[in-house]
């Protein structure tokens, strides 16, 4: 009987070559595409067949929806996005999700994916190590900074809380749990608090210096004001590397606050952290070795396709103790090592898993860590390099230190306007850069100031092409008048 949905040899060929073909074409074009398709909301589906096909379509009306989809996209992986933290994905480790795809290991726990598991634990350690975390760390790969962002918060939950809040509920703590970070920390660790019931009230924000760092004097005051007001500090976030600006908050002095209170040191080096990767920017990232946990996205600046978070710790047995929950008969491993026996279950909160170590692994082993690390370097000269531009230019005025590879700048046509003004206009030249699709800007608050933000995290981008994306912005600024 032949199988339902089985293809021939013949059409798995066709299927295969096809779309290899495609995604070549996408590769080799993407640099000569506007960065940003002209494109509105209902566009893609008005140009596409939107009744559910009951019988099936042929493959070659379907790849060439697959190309207006691509034609309609945002493309993150042109030369001249800088937008929010995305980076291109590396050619390698886009065949990295085909080839896992296939194979649909369910990399649960080593019995059902005793090579995907083997491999992910491998990767997990060597980014510990490409970090100088510690080359030994335990750890998991996520969906993405934020899922490890929550991990890490629950895991410090559990750790340090006095009663068992896994069977009594948090409110049985009888006093609420309080988390420290800069007001320049990634909104996904309110959000976490606010997932895991702690509340955004309960994330005490610090205010930062003048380079936007986390001013640990006021951590301390903070901390000790909570503790006589009856609450119960329990972990403080450092970030290395903020998502507005870049910059590495003092982790040497937060780990020593952290140990004096006994909090949980967790840093959040979702976009930063493989900024240590660049030898000069090495000492930015003392004291991310004494953290209990770090979040590193590897689908950020190690140019992996999306998604692939990290989350590393060291305390394996803390880590085990907080997620150890009563047995399902599906969970119970019978009759295997207690290697065999690893489960990721015991980690994270994800039961069914992608094998997104192989996409990871594939792109480290590919290139090698030393050419990583000069993509890494060359993205955070350019970031100077268009750092040194709006500085020296009179029509552009930096907002921040230039400290990894995120420049803040905003343009200035002329002295003497207000801020109010600047804001509105910057905004105006964001949307008009944005939607001309010849390069991608995004935006943010700086000491109260609207800016334009580029984040370089791109192995395409050169020269030229931050000298066209200021040029972008001026004809934008010329166009609005
Ligand atoms: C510093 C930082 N932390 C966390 C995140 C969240 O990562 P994700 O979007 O992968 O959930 C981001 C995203 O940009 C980030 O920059």
Not at 21 to 44: D, H, M, P, S
Not at 81 to 96: C, D, E, H, K
Request: hydrophobic share 40%.
């Amino acid at each position: 009987m032949q199988s339902a949905l089985d293809v021939n040899d013949d059409e798995l060929r066709q299927i295969s070559s096809e779309s290899s073909k495609l995604v070549f074409e996408y590769l080799t074009t993407i640099a000569e595409r506007q960065v940003r398709a002209e494109n509105q909301a209902g566009k893609t589906l008005a140009a596409i067949e939107t009744e559910l096909s009951s019988e099936g379509r042929p493959l070659d009306q379907l790849l060439k929806e697959c190309r207006t989809v691509m034609d309609l996209s945002r493309h993150n992986g042109h030369p001249r996005f800088f937008g929010y933290v995305a980076s291109p994905s590396t050619p390698i480790g886009a065949y990295g999700d085909l080839i896992a795809s296939a194979l649909n290991a369910n990399i649960t726990c080593w019995r059902s994916g005793p090579a995907g598991t083997e491999i992910e634990r491998m990767v997990v350690r060597w980014l510990g190590a490409l970090i100088n975390y510690d080359p030994k760390a335990s750890g998991l790969l996520t969906s993405g900074g934020s899922m490890a962002n929550m991990i890490a918060l629950f895991v410090a939950q559990r750790r340090k809380s006095l009663v068992n809040a896994s069977r009594e509920g948090l409110w049985s703590a009888g006093q609420p749990m309080t988390i420290y970070a800069s007001e320049e920390v990634h909104m996904s660790i309110a959000k976490a608090a606010d997932i895991l019931g702690f509340g955004r009230d309960y994330v005490r924000t610090i205010e930062c210096d003048d380079r936007q760092r986390m001013r640990v004097d006021l951590l301390r005051q903070k901390i000790e004001t909570d503790l006589s007001g009856g609450l119960r500090p329990f972990c403080v976030v450092g970030s290395a590397g903020t998502v507005n600006t870049g910059v590495v908050d003092p982790l040497n002095e937060i780990a020593d606050i952290a140990a004096e209170f006994d909090l949980w040191f967790h840093v959040d080096g979702a976009y930063g952290a493989p900024g240590s990767l660049d030898e000069a920017k090495k000492p930015l990232f003392a004291g991310l070795e004494r953290a209990d946990s770090v979040s590193l996205d590897p689908h950020k600046w190690l140019y992996v396709p999306v998604d692939a978070g990290c989350l590393l710790f060291r305390k394996d047995a803390a880590v085990r103790a907080a997620f150890s929950t009563e047995e399902a008969d599906y969970i119970k491993t019978h009759g295997y090592t207690d290697e065999e026996a690893f489960a990721f279950w015991d980690y994270g909160i994800e039961l069914s898993r992608r094998f997104r170590a192989l996409k990871v692994w594939l792109t480290l082993q590919y290139y090698g860590s030393r050419r990583i690390a000069r993509a890494i370097s060359e993205d955070i000269a350019l970031a100077a390099y268009l750092g040194e531009l709006v500085s020296n230019a009179n029509d552009f005025e930096l907002l921040a230190p230039v400290e990894l590879s995120i420049c803040c700048f905003r343009y200035v046509p002329q002295r003497g306007m207000s801020d109010q003004e600047l804001d509105q206009l910057n905004e105006k030249i964001m949307e008009t850069v944005q939607k001309g699709g010849r390069a991608y800007l995004s935006n943010a608050t700086v000491n109260g100031k609207f800016a334009l933000r580029a984040c370089i995290t791109n192995f395409r981008t050169t020269k030229s092409d931050i000298d066209e994306t200021i040029a972008a912005v001026r004809d934008a600024a010329q166009n609005l008048k």
